[in-house]
């Protein structure tokens, strides 16, 4: 369970062009893996780390955002949501910067890329966080075509040295997985304008300071049909599985 509350952004409020015809009519967070929705799966991992408040951007198809996040916040037990609208797209720091005394509230917040089908357990990010000096934490794993990606490198110590988004050589197969963890106050440091974006101010900026989590567990980015065919696939074959369904094979 997570050690104290905090508040998770989950960044949703993309139009999905990639994924059309299916984003034609439904949001790319709700579009179903397994028969539940992007959103369906980052609620079920925020509630076994103990997270209970979290907010989503919404934009494309916004009301079915709205009342997917209603009906979840009414289950006895659920997670708080809040939807955040944005009738024209902030961009990832935009929406962070609009929401930030929001997340603050609690100390550390989580940023999460909603559109990655994750097996991350969010308490042990958070607790690796928490553990060590470094006030941002960003998660990453190995991918076979990092050029399409935000590519980094890493340190002995596990220290990010290097970071270059979607390079045509790249130096490492180590890839941004979309997840953040961050103190509060860091952001304040930096110079807010129209332009300002996530990867390219702050985490070139945190070069030597921001440390990365390894992801050991299933992670993909369901941003293609061919993406979702395959994460439909590693469904099927047992590659990654609900936690509601691998809690309960725990238990018996």
Not at 40 to 68: K, M, P
Not at 120 to 127: H, V, Y
Not at 161 to 176: C, D, G
């Amino acid at each position: 369970m997570s050690p104290a509350p905090i508040t998770a952004l989950v960044l949703a409020g993309g139009l999905g062009t990639r994924l059309r015809p299916l984003t034609d009519s439904v949001p790319k967070c709700l579009v179903p893996v397994g028969g539940l929705p992007l959103l369906g799966w980052w609620d079920e991992a925020l509630a076994e780390a103990g997270i209970t408040d979290a907010i989503v951007n919404a934009h494309a198809h916004a009301s079915q955002v709205h009342r997917w996040a209603h009906t979840q916040s009414e289950r006895s037990g659920g997670i708080h949501w809040q939807v955040f609208d944005e009738p024209k797209l902030l961009g990832s720091a935009g929406t962070l910067r609009a929401v930030l005394p929001r997340l603050e509230a609690n100390g550390d917040f989580l940023v999460i890329y909603g559109d990655n089908l994750s097996a991350i357990d969010l308490a042990d990010f958070l607790s690796a966080h928490r553990a060590g000096p470094q006030r941002f934490t960003i998660a990453v794993h190995e991918v076979p075509d990092p050029e399409s990606k935000g590519v980094l490198e890493l340190d002995g110590a596990g220290r990010v040295i290097s970071f270059e988004e979607k390079p045509a050589e790249p130096r490492s197969n180590l890839v941004n997985a979309g997840l953040y963890a961050i103190s509060s106050g860091l952001l304040d440091e930096f110079e807010w304008d129209d332009a300002f974006d996530l990867a390219h101010d702050v985490l070139p900026a945190l070069l030597g300071e921001m440390v990365g989590y390894r992801l050991t567990r299933y992670h993909r980015d369901i941003g293609t049909p061919e993406a979702l065919a395959a994460a439909e696939e590693d469904l099927a074959a047992g590659r990654i599985r609900r936690r509601t369904q691998s809690h309960r094979e725990e238990t018996e």
